[in-house]
């Protein structure tokens, strides 16, 4: 069985002359990025590999996230991630080595939801069409299969957590 958890960046702020892949995180999300590592912790307990997108409020929330949850083996940085398709995605996915039983991605909007939507089996339908309509900075979506990661295609997988961590109190 293999484990991927897709977060979405936490909530960025929009200074003057920044460019987008820049941005930094607005409080609000440096709080949200530390609450959902400690779900991690709780939840998801370790994994294997993070590959994170190159924009600063990426990078930025792996690390709040990585100060809770302390149980990677692997980081990397990967600039396809920033604004990528689900094409590019999937392709991603499908790199990691076998040997990584579970892995986390840390990206953006529009690209996670697609692939999350694309990759979850169809008798999660309705759970599918909510990740498409609602998935929030910081939101993390937990996606679990049975086959290698170059074999994940559509409607391969089970999502088995979706979780909001500022609906935290």
């Known amino acids: 069985m293999h484990r991927l958890v897709l977060v979405r960046h936490a909530k960025s702020s929009y200074p ?4 987008d892949h820049d941005r930094p995180l607005a409080a609000r999300g440096s709080h949200e990025a530390s609450l959902a590592g400690s779900w991690l912790k709780e ?11 190159s924009a600063v409020r990426t990078q930025r929330t792996y690390e709040l996230i990585a100060a809770e949850f302390n149980a990677v083996a692997r980081v990397e940085t990967d600039s396809r991630i920033y604004d990528a398709d689900l094409a590019t995605l999937l392709a991603v996915v499908r ?7 579970t892995t986390m991605i840390v990206g953006h909007a529009l690209g996670l939801p697609l692939l999350a939507y694309y990759l979850v089996e169809p008798d999660q339908a309705g759970l599918r069409d909510a990740l498409m309509q609602k998935f929030p900075t910081s939101a993390i979506a937990v996606i679990e299969a049975p086959m290698p990661w170059h074999d994940w295609t559509q409607g391969c997988g089970r999502l088995t957590a979706f979780h909001v961590p500022r609906q935290e109190p």
């Open 95 to 101: 790199e990691v080595p076998a040997a990584m039983a």
């Open 43 to 53: 939840h998801v307990h370790r994994v294997d590999k993070v590959i994170v997108s």
């Open 16 to 19: 003057d002359g920044v460019v």
